[in-house]
């Protein structure tokens, strides 16, 4: 897959294109449903290149920072997520107020037309652009008209619920990584350099690999879970007990972490290891307890669950 980081990138000798356009944040069901119509519209003109427009950062980060949502994937696993959905080439528009400014009719002749040289532009229904969100489908396929490109645009459908980033960030705050799952075709992940905690699960019989919680981007609910925990160096896979938040019982840092204990493993060196850790069910809300006793008899039941599920 070529990836081109500025419009200066995209080769002058480009080809008619089919271009798709849109955050793609998290690339779920609703956005691979699009990619899927895309290439079988670009299977339908002959067209052999399938172009994805997306944005870094994300535009409500640029434009009301305040409200900007947390990401579901980094610009780095969308472009990974794109590339296994089969895209030919992703264009990452670095996002600014100048380009916000840009009227739709001007996003038009400079990118689809002047960059891309598109034939034809597939976007979800609901798809704004330009200048305070003032193109839509409709504009969009008036302007094709006179400048060489259809468009279509394509419901984000998922049976009863419309698939979105904003459903999938609202499933993993109610720590519904099940719902989140569904939508995105696949477990919710975190990815992270595994740093040294403050060793109270070694203490406790349930050593856990420590990645700090992400800063900017979405996590599942305070709580504890069962998933899967991958090493990125060698791809080896593991069942675990995951944990996420700030360990109440005890005193001291509340830096909200991921903790992932290893089924029935304690013999994993994993400092400084890159890891992927995945959600796949939801076992209990986050308690402060009492003492560490309760705390111990807690997990114990936390691991048989979580086994039980995962095998």
């Known amino acids: 897959m070529q990836i081109w980081s500025s419009f200066d990138d995209v080769p002058g000798d480009l080809g008619p294109t089919v271009v798709t356009i849109g955050n793609f944040d998290g690339v779920h069901l609703g956005h691979q449903h699009v990619l899927q119509q895309a290439r079988a519209t670009a299977d339908e003109l002959t067209v052999t290149k399938v172009v994805v427009v997306t944005f870094d950062p994300h535009p409500i980060a640029v434009l009301r920072p305040e409200h900007a949502p947390p990401t579901l994937t980094n610009i780095a696993t969308r472009l990974r997520l794109l590339e296994a959905a089969g895209v030919d080439a992703v264009l990452v528009v670095p996002f600014d107020r100048d380009i916000a400014a840009w009227t739709p009719e001007e996003f038009i002749d400079r990118v689809l037309v002047g960059s891309l040289r598109a034939r034809a532009v597939v976007v979800g229904a609901n798809f704004r652009f330009g200048n305070r969100a003032a193109g839509d489908v409709a504009l969009l396929r008036a302007a094709g008209k006179s400048r060489g490109f259809v468009v279509e645009g394509i419901a984000l459908d998922g049976g009863p619920q419309v698939w979105s980033s904003t459903y999938i960030r609202n499933c993993l705050a109610a720590g519904d990584v099940a719902g989140a799952a569904e939508a995105l075709g696949r477990p919710f992940t975190v990815r992270g350099v595994v740093v040294r905690g403050d060793q109270r699960g070694r203490e406790l019989g349930y050593p856990t690999a420590n990645v700090p919680a992400p800063v900017d981007g979405a996590a599942p609910a305070d709580g504890v879970y069962a998933g899967r925990l991958t090493r990125l160096d060698t791809g080896d896979s593991y069942p675990a007990a995951i944990s ?50 309760a705390l111990v008899e807690t997990m114990r039941g936390d691991v048989r669950r979580a086994r039980e599920i995962l095998t």
């Open 244 to 293: 996420v938040g700030t360990n109440p019982t005890f005193d001291g840092d509340r830096e909200r972490r991921v903790e992932s204990y290893v089924l029935d493993r304690d013999d994993l060196d994993l400092y400084g290891v890159e890891v992927e850790v995945a959600f796949i069910e939801r076992l209990r809300g986050m308690v402060k307890f009492e003492g560490i006793d």
